[in-house]
């Protein structure tokens, strides 16, 4: 198939904004593999945010940083993303080209932890604050389980009354798939 799948194109959607020496965040870092994705396209000069609230996810994630030596370019916070506003050097306020939200819970763990609307949207609102000019947002919904579901209504209904003075916003995903397959929702700051 020659369509990109859903995380192909949140990943090809990263390439096609973040350069080198960029600040980036991963909201929601999990296993790590956006992590070490942005770390990789941001480079020396570049700095990531990583926001998780679970531990194991921390410490997988900077297993997985330090073996691929980008660990440096790196700030893993334990910290629930609605929060970003706090954790953000003075510098790296409103300059941050790119966010990614992978929603949901940590695969292979305890399901009961997952992205909620509520905080969810505070942490949409807080990234776009301080995205720059021509930057993005990128939202990696999941409506396949009961909270994602509920999540995936309340950010559509949030996002789709959003003003077009702030931003274009981008769907992306299958129609045909079974069991409410996972989409993309991407905010591209004016
Ligand atoms: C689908 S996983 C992320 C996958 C990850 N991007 C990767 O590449 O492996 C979703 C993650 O969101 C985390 N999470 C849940 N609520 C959160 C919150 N309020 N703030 C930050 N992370 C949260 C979960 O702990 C889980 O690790």
Not at 152 to 159: A, C, G, P, R, V
């Amino acid at each position: 198939m020659k369509i990109k799948k859903v995380l192909q194109y949140a990943k090809f959607l990263l390439e096609e904004f973040v350069c080198e020496g960029d600040i980036v965040i991963d909201a929601t870092v999990g296993n790590g593999h956006d992590t070490l994705f942005l770390a990789n396209l941001v480079g020396d000069k570049g700095k990531v945010y990583g926001f998780d609230v679970q531990e194991p996810a921390i410490k997988k994630t900077t297993e997985r940083l330090n073996e691929n030596n980008v660990l440096n370019r790196v700030t893993l916070l334990q910290k629930s993303h609605e929060f970003i506003d706090n954790y953000l050097k003075d510098e790296h306020k409103a300059k941050i080209k790119a966010t990614i939200f992978n929603l949901g819970y940590l695969p292979g763990s305890d399901k009961t932890v997952t992205t909620n609307s509520e905080s969810t949207i505070k942490a949409i609102n807080a990234a776009i604050n301080n995205t720059v000019s021509g930057g993005i947002v990128i939202l990696v919904i999941y409506p396949g389980h009961a909270e994602g579901m509920i999540e995936s209504e309340d950010i559509k209904n949030y996002l789709s009354d959003f003003s077009q003075d702030v931003g274009h916003i981008l769907q992306y995903g299958f129609i045909n798939q079974q069991n409410n397959p996972p989409y993309i929702l991407a905010i591209e700051k004016k």
